[in-house]
Nanobody
Framework: QVQLVESGGGLVQAGGSLRLICAAS????????MGWFRQAAGKEREFTAY????????YYADSVKGRFTISRDNANNTVYLQMNNLKPEGTAVYYC???????????????????WGQGTQVTVSS
């Protein structure tokens, strides 16, 4: 069974930075892509960032492109989301998730992620 545990959320002023961390355990971490998603109050969960199983391919939602960076450390079963120049509309619960498909092509579809962390709250004040 895969377990994902996020940390690093908090309260930050607009323009500030946070680094989210997702620690994984369970099946072979280095063989599965990872994603970050976020869900604001009253809204649906949305794709934020993707990283391939190898770490060579990344992809971002337009709303965060140029400000967020996803990375992974396969030796330590960890994925990161560096968030810079945060905006108030970035206030949400952020979730990491693992692609259910072995070494598969890029996906931003929630249905292709079968394991999810508990989420970490990010609040950006204006």
């Amino acid at each position: 069974q895969v377990q994902l545990v996020e940390s690093g959320g908090g309260l930050v002023q607009a323009g500030g930075s946070l680094r989210l961390i997702c620690a994984a355990s369970g099946r072979t971490f280095s063989s599965y892509a990872m994603g970050w998603f976020r869900q604001a109050a009253g809204k649906e969960r949305e794709f934020t960032a993707y990283i391939s199983w190898s770490g060579l391919i990344t992809y971002y939602a337009d709303s965060v492109k140029g400000r967020f960076t996803i990375s992974r450390d396969n030796a330590n079963n960890t994925v990161y989301l560096q968030m810079n120049n945060l905006k108030p509309e970035g206030t949400a619960v952020y979730y990491c998730a693992q692609d259910r498909r072995f070494r598969a092509p890029i996906t931003t579809e929630l249905g292709n992620y079968d394991f999810w962390g508990q989420g970490t709250q990010v609040t950006v004040s204006s």
